[in-house]
């Protein structure tokens, strides 16, 4: 009995002295509920290529003339990703490219949202969390203003080349607005243009095929690189089948038909095999060894049954994990119920036909995310509600309502996100409003139960991903 009874103090001891850093259980509940999400054969492609056709093809086939947008932009003086000749002089989120009307067209690429300078280097692939959604046009106002306002800086002969992206900005612009800065309206992109496409043609209506809802639903842009481990796309994990005929939506600003459609998509094989190459940034500045070791083992015992493990040995779950489980804002998830029409129209259109499918099947929740490169992608959950990770492992710590400096932006590394100040109202649109549908923080408390010292464990292993 004395045996047991010293070994009990032993055994208690060891507890309190480490108890910083004991690796506590916070709950099984969410890999035990979580849905696992079935891989699906993906256009296979050439990285290389990809590339090349990401940063200088015509996935887009509408724009500006070159000395136009010369003349609104002025030349680009970084060339972040080293072009020659005129494309030198054109900002890396536009192609320069060529069509049967125009040698030289500057139209939108990919990089517009998913690419962002950190420092002064440009990060391909990382979510753009600068732009500015709250400026679109007031729905009172008429639809032709901004190709009023376009038309001044085209000539007759460029009309042609350009008509196709006014007549769809024209038509979408005034539906775009955000709450506030920094947060992504692509989602709402996707669903205007849709209800202005022939599902089964891909043909332009000027009328709206499809009735569209009234709210704009923010995201925060994901990272590229994650999509190497997923099995599905989007925040809730409905993007089934070949990723290529997501990735190339943006094609339906332009798109003439689905003959058009189907020459674009032969590219994009090769976009996501460059998209699955590509590696996060590492994290700029040291990293306590120790405690990230301790860190490392208390993420293995409480977060990677859905995260999935790192380092050595590699897992991901691809866990679709229940919203009253989770959590966090709902408004993303049941849109795809209240507004199902969006839904049957892609899963009858040409993206979902041919010999790489796609389709959408909504769940009632989100995905657990793989978290390679978390340090850089602040800030957090799917509607960019969280400012830093210590915020996302302590709902303790988030404001209600916070701002960040978009001019002088600065990084907090002890803290990992922007840098911002908390204000007591919203009266601006650089100041986020947890208040708002859609904008809410609440939910992922499963850091809660972490002691303060296991928390700052954790960041510092995640700085490690």
């Not at 689905?258 to 996060?280: D, M, Q």
Request: hydrophobic share 35%.
């Amino acid at each position: 009995m004395r045996f047991i009874r010293k070994r009990l103090v032993i055994v208690i001891l060891i507890l309190v002295g480490c108890s910083s850093i004991a690796a506590i259980t916070i709950s099984n509940e969410p890999f035990k509920e979580g849905v696992f999400i079935e891989p699906s054969e993906q256009k296979p492609g050439d990285k290389q290529k990809g590339y090349d056709y990401l940063v200088n093809g015509d996935y887009l086939k509408s724009g500006l003339g070159y000395n136009y947008y010369v003349l609104l932009n002025g030349k680009d003086k970084n060339n972040f990703l080293g072009r020659t000749g005129k494309a030198a002089n054109v900002g890396y989120n536009f192609n320069l490219i060529e069509t049967k009307n125009s040698k030289n067209l500057v139209v939108p690429n990919c990089l517009q949202c998913h690419g962002q300078v950190f420092g002064d280097k440009l990060i391909i692939g990382l979510g753009n969390t600068f732009l500015d959604f709250t400026k679109a046009p007031n729905k009172d106002d008429v639809k032709g203003t901004i190709a009023r306002q376009l038309m001044k800086f085209i000539a007759p002969g460029q009309y042609q080349s350009s008509r196709v992206m006014i007549r769809s900005f024209s038509t979408i612009a005034p539906y775009l607005q955000t709450e506030t800065r920094g947060v992504n309206a692509a989602d709402r992109l996707a669903t205007l243009l849709v209800a202005h496409r022939n599902p089964e043609t891909l043909e332009w209506s000027d009328k709206p095929l499809l009735d569209i809802p009234d709210e704009v639903i923010p995201t925060d842009v994901p990272a590229w690189w994650l999509l190497k481990k997923k099995n599905a796309m989007f925040y809730n994990g409905f993007g089934r089948g070949d990723f290529g005929k997501f990735l190339m939506l943006s094609n339906l600003l332009t798109v003439k038909d689905t003959s058009e459609a189907a020459e674009t998509f032969t590219h994009f094989g090769n976009v996501l095999a460059y998209l699955k190459s590509i590696e996060p940034p590492k994290y700029p500045h040291s990293i306590d060894a120790t405690l990230a070791s301790n860190g490392k083992a208390l993420f293995e015992k409480n977060c990677s049954n859905c995260h999935g493990t790192y380092g050595d040995k590699v897992t991901y779950p691809n866990l679709l994990i229940p919203a009253r489980i989770i959590g966090t804002d709902s408004l993303l998830f049941k849109a795809n119920y209240q507004n199902s029409q969006f839904i049957e129209w892609f899963n009858k259109s040409w993206y979902a036909k041919g010999s790489y499918p796609a389709r959408l099947q909504p769940f009632d929740g989100y995905i657990a995310p793989p978290l390679d490169g978390i340090w850089i992608t602040a800030p957090y959950l799917h509607n960019g509600s969280v400012p830093t990770l210590a915020a996302l492992l302590n709902s303790k710590e988030r404001p209600k309502y916070w701002e960040r400096d978009f001019k002088n932006a600065a990084y907090d590394y002890e803290k990992i996100g922007w840098k911002y100040e908390v204000r007591n109202e919203a009266n601006n649109k650089t100041t986020y409003n947890t208040d708002k549908p859609g904008y809410r923080n609440t939910g992922h408390t499963f850091g809660d139960r972490l002691s303060k010292d296991q928390r700052n464990a954790v960041i510092e292993y995640l700085k490690t991903l």
